[in-house]
């Protein structure tokens, strides 16, 4: 994975397990053997910037006392090979570790840490470190005794009267991630230690629900890892620390179905096992737009799907899925004689709009996923915008139904061209930091 990720400019950051940190944190030579193995060996080509020492080891392993000890072995280790500037050295902890977030200005670490967090925070201070920690608003809604809503976590624009006031400083927080970043910076404050960066290194929306977990369904995750991307991109910091960006990282490329726990907690992927796309994030447009999207999702049809699958699924939605498929008639604004995909788009699309209230999902057989950017041009318009497509003549108001192609309700001819699809699959321009658990062999 390392020599992949070679000569990319992609930053990587690599995680230790917390089943390492008995044999690091009693070893500086176990150290140095992992920094040679892991970080010397791959740099200058692979742009390694940090090492995170376990995960959320305070609060769910019986070997913290060995964490402090463990990041200061790796850290002699990189001084001695003189990468010390390049790699630094930190550890993710669970917002557990702040009992009490909001109001943020009076957040502190559990006082039962408090001895090893200041000698923590002291090392982070003394080595230009990150204090990393792993931020999900989601649960900032559902745990946050009815403080945060469902909008705050999807940050949905808010005039100021309606943003949530901070009774013992003069902040307003429109979002919930903000408040969790501001409740670290004044949890470190607490302890008098200042000036260190904060890093989220988990953050994502769950895409799926279990009983009595609310708002978690694909459409609320699309919006707020979308919202969330443009929120990190766009420089603004937060409310304490307006000059300040934070970084954070999206958690979870792939289902983790075998997890224990909450259903929530197993999907957080934007992928299925087999790589297809559940919906779709683009970075670079993301972090050009100007204002956050306001739950205004589509469903699409994924351009590199087969075309005999593409097909099956627009009939199936001009068909028994009752989809209004009448601007996709010859003649109408949103027939495409020569792009399927933009075609089935529009039928998935007025489907899923119609359905998605009363269980439809935007899947047709893994040829679709969900999007934020409007598909809609000209007089194009897709369902699930303020206006809906307009009426074509009665003499074009047929539909597409299934075994039709070729008949006088098709759509047909339709002749997908080879090239570059329109809609592009996960299309990622901007540069992100990716996280990797490498599991190596001491």
């Known amino acids: 994975m390392l020599n992949a990720l070679a000569n990319t400019g992609i930053e990587v950051m690599i995680g230790i ?3 390492q940190l008995p044999v690091i944190g009693n070893s500086q030579e176990a150290a140095a053997d992992w920094i040679n193995k892991n970080i010397a060996d791959f740099l200058p080509a692979t742009d390694i910037t940090c090492i995170a020492v376990g995960n959320e080891v305070l609060t769910t392993t019986p070997d913290a006392a060995l964490l402090l000890p463990a990041m200061q072995f790796l850290h002699s280790a990189l001084l001695a090979a003189d990468l010390h500037y390049q790699v630094k050295v930190s550890s993710p902890h669970s917002m557990l ?3 009490k977030s909001f109001p943020p200005s009076t957040a502190t670490f559990n006082l039962k840490w408090n001895s090893l967090m200041h000698q923590f925070l002291l090392f982070l201070k ?3 470190s990150s204090f990393l920690f792993n931020a999900h608003p989601y649960y900032g809604h559902t745990k946050g005794e009815d403080i945060f809503t469902i909008d705050n976590s999807l940050f949905q624009s808010f005039p ?3 943003q949530i006031m901070e009774p013992k400083t003069p902040l307003n927080y429109s979002n919930t991630f903000d408040a969790m970043v501001v409740a670290a910076y004044y949890a470190m404050q607490a302890l ?10 988990e953050f994502r929306g769950p895409r799926l629900d279990g009983p009595k977990e609310p708002d978690t369904m694909v459409d609320n995750a699309l919006v707020y890892n979308s919202n969330l991307i443009r929120h990190v991109l766009d420089d603004s910091g937060t409310p304490s620390q307006p000059n ?4 954070a990282y999206l958690y979870e490329l792939f289902n983790e179905g075998l997890q224990p726990g909450l259903v929530s907690e197993k999907n957080w992927e934007d992928m299925s096992s087999n790589r297809n796309t559940l919906y779709s994030l683009r970075f670079a447009s993301l972090a050009d737009a100007g204002t956050n999207l306001q739950g205004l999702v589509f469903c699409v049809a994924n351009s590199s799907a087969d075309t005999d699958a593409l097909t099956l699924g627009l009939n199936w939605a001009c068909g028994p899925g009752s989809a209004n498929c009448s601007a996709i008639q010859p003649g109408q604004p949103c027939y495409e004689a020569n792009d399927l995909a933009a075609v089935a788009s529009y039928a998935y ?3 899923y709009q119609r359905m998605k209230a009363n269980g439809g ?3 047709f057989n893994n040829t679709a996923m969900l999007t934020t950017s409007d598909p809609s041009h000209g007089l194009c318009i897709f369902t699930g915008r303020d206006s809906i497509a307009p009426n074509p003549s009665p003499s074009n108001s047929t539909t597409v139904s299934p075994g039709s192609a070729g008949s006088g309700g098709s759509i047909a001819p339709l002749s997908p061209f080879d090239g570059v699809a329109k809609l592009q699959v996960l299309k990622i321009t901007y540069l992100i930091p990716v996280i990797l658990y490498l599991w190596f062999d001491m």
């Open 244 to 247: 300040t960006a934070v970084g």
């Open 361 to 363: 999902t935007c899947d």
């Open 97 to 99: 570790m702040i009992p």
């Open 160 to 162: 100021s009267n309606k």
């Open 126 to 128: 003394n080595t230009d």
């Open 192 to 201: 008098d230690v200042y000036g260190i960066p904060v890093i989220v290194t």
């Open 17 to 19: 397990p917390n089943d």
């Open 349 to 351: 699309n007025d489907y």
